[in-house]
T-cell receptor, first 118, second 114 residues
Framework: KAGVTQTPRYLIKTRGQQVTLSCSPI?????VSWYQQTPGQGLQFLFE???????NKGNFPGRFSGRQFSNSRSEMNVSTLELGDSALYLC?????????????????FGNGTRLTVT | AQSVSQHNHHVILSEAASLELGCNYS??????LFWYVQYPGQHLQLLLK??????LVKGIKGFEAEFIKSKFSFNLRKPSVQWSDTAEYFC????????????FGKGTKLSVIP
């Protein structure tokens, strides 16, 4: 089974621009989560999608948004980029059922997109 | 909200030394706990997980972790580390029904000296 695929691997943008990152989950996985990883803050949760619906959102400004398509592929968008947005953006998929009373599905991570804002 | 704390930022060990990495979580209800590892240049991989049952769980590559509910802890252990264990280790937790967010600790970097 192919793993989680993120594109592109590297991006360099300037302040004020916007960027779109893409994620293809493992086949059959309907949940996609996004994380921002930085050396100082570790992994911080951005949002989680299931069947095109955002179920959870982390504490990030509205400049960070995402969506999920009917084939479970997901994109995240960051508008009006700031220097502090430079980070590794990780996508992860899981097999969580639609109505989980106890959410216990491990996440499978992609290699990430390294975003540098100059 | 759930929080996860890892006590050590950077641990340096010689090969064959024993390893214990601390992890504490804050949620008082039912939690599902994980340890992930990130080898240099690689993606995050699941080491082990705890959902219920035996509080001592075994994972890949000889790692194990013990869930102690009274201490809100889920420490990772390995009796004898190898140079190839050099990596960053992350503890993570889900908390409660309806939580679709996996909360991570800030990670512990392990350097093993040959």
């Amino acid at each position: 089974k192919a793993g989680v695929t993120q594109t592109p691997r590297y991006l360099i943008k300037t302040r004020g621009q916007q960027v779109t990152l893409s994620c293809s989950p493992i086949s059959g996985h309907r949940s996609v989560s996004w994380y921002q990883q930085t050396p100082g803050q570790g992994l911080q949760f951005l949002f989680e999608y299931f069947s095109e619906t955002q179920r959870n959102k982390g504490n990030f400004p509205g400049r960070f948004s995402g969506r999920q398509f009917s084939n479970s592929r997901s994109e995240m968008n960051v508008s009006t980029l700031e220097l502090g947005d430079s980070a590794l953006y990780l996508c992860a998929s899981s097999q969580t059922p639609e109505q989980a009373s106890s959410y216990n599905s491990p996440l499978h991570f992609g290699n990430g997109t390294r975003l540098t804002v100059t | 909200a759930q929080s996860v704390s890892q006590h050590n930022h950077h641990v340096i060990l010689s090969e064959a030394a024993s390893l214990e990495l601390g992890c504490n979580y804050s949620y008082g209800g039912t939690v599902n706990l994980f340890w992930y590892v990130q080898y240099p240049g690689q993606h995050l991989q699941l080491l082990l997980k705890y959902f219920s049952g035996d509080p001592l769980v075994k994972g890949i590559k000889g790692f194990e972790a013990e869930f102690i509910k009274s201490k809100f802890s889920f420490n990772l252990r390995k009796p004898s580390v190898q140079w190839s264990d050099t990596a960053e280790y992350f503890c993570a937790a889900y908390s409660g029904a309806g939580s679709y967010q996996l909360t991570f600790g800030k990670g512990t970097k392990l350097s093993v000296i040959p």
